[in-house]
């Protein structure tokens, strides 16, 4: 960890002890779990998962993992009750066991179908990439692509979605486009949620992500003087500071943990 965040994270820890409450939100492709070649694929590692679990119990602090994975999968895949959890952009939200999404959502679901229908025609020329399909949105991953023919198919994929112009909420991530309705809700705005329900003790939020579909969220956090950190080589350019992967992400959670409660986490065998 470098000087500049450890002084950031000093701070936040002076600010808990005076009484302020900690949203401490992660993504969860590529900044708790390392991406894989399918999504289904990239589990959290149990030493993760016992840290997040931790500072969980910890009185001011909530835990959030906010992703374009669908809510009931990340739900799924993060397996700890009682966190706050956004999926699908931000199109879906959990808190405090309420399941809330936009009031608009469904009148999408049509939409969607069409656009699906429309790029799985270009994939008929792509066979390396595929269409991931969720209830209010869409993956198109291209991870296993050959790198020359990217170009290639983002500019098909733009050419086919130009009908839907100003209906649809893109990012172009880490070998994957991110495609949702634009109904005004995104992971800046899950941000904007989490606070407003803590609210109206003062409130010093951290987020961590690793690629462009999370620069609103770190834009929201810096609005309201959080920290905002960007895990591996790919990691948004607004991100304050850096953490080089997911294994200093995990280290990041032990400081936490032990600067929050003044204890070391114990290790069971072979869960490190």
């Known amino acids: 960890m470098n000087d500049s965040l450890h002084d950031a994270l000093e701070r936040m820890r002076a600010m808990y002890r ?32 016992r840290r997040l679990e931790a500072l969980a119990t910890l009185p001011g602090v909530t835990l ?18 009682d966190l706050f959890y956004a999926g699908t952009d931000g199109l879906e939200l959990e808190y405090k066991r309420q399941t809330v999404t936009h009031p608009l959502v469904q009148h999408s679901i049509q939409l969607i179908g069409q656009i699906a229908g429309a790029l799985e025609r270009v994939l008929r020329d792509f066979p390396a990439a595929w269409l991931e399909r969720k209830h209010f949105g869409l993956t198109l991953h291209y991870r296993q692509l050959d790198s020359q023919l990217v170009p290639e198919l983002q500019s098909r994929v733009d ?21 949702t309705p634009d109904l005004g809700w995104t992971k800046g705005t899950a941000i904007e949620f989490v606070l407003e329900r803590l609210a109206p003790v003062p409130c010093c939020p951290l987020f961590a992500g690793d ?35 997911t294994n200093a992400v995990l280290t990041l959670l ?15 065998a072979g869960d490190a």
């Open 159 to 179: 050419r086919e979605l130009k009908p839907w112009e100003g209906r649809l909420h893109l990012v172009t991530g880490a070998k994957a486009i991110e495609i």
């Open 18 to 49: 005076r009484g302020h409450q900690l949203a401490l939100l992660f993504d969860y492709d590529g900044s708790l779990t390392e991406f894989t070649a399918r999504p289904a694929q990239a589990t959290m590692p149990p030493a993760t998962r």
């Open 211 to 245: 690629e462009a579909s999370d620069i609103e969220a770190m834009w929201r956090v810096s609005i309201h003087g959080g920290v905002t950190i960007g895990v591996g080589h790919l990691q948004p350019t607004i991100a304050q500071f850096e953490l080089s992967d």
């Open 64 to 81: 959030g993992v906010i992703s374009g994975r669908e809510l009931d999968e990340l739900e799924r895949l993060v397996g700890i009750p």
């Open 254 to 268: 032990d400081d936490f943990y032990l600067a929050l409660s003044g204890k070391t986490l114990v290790e069971n």
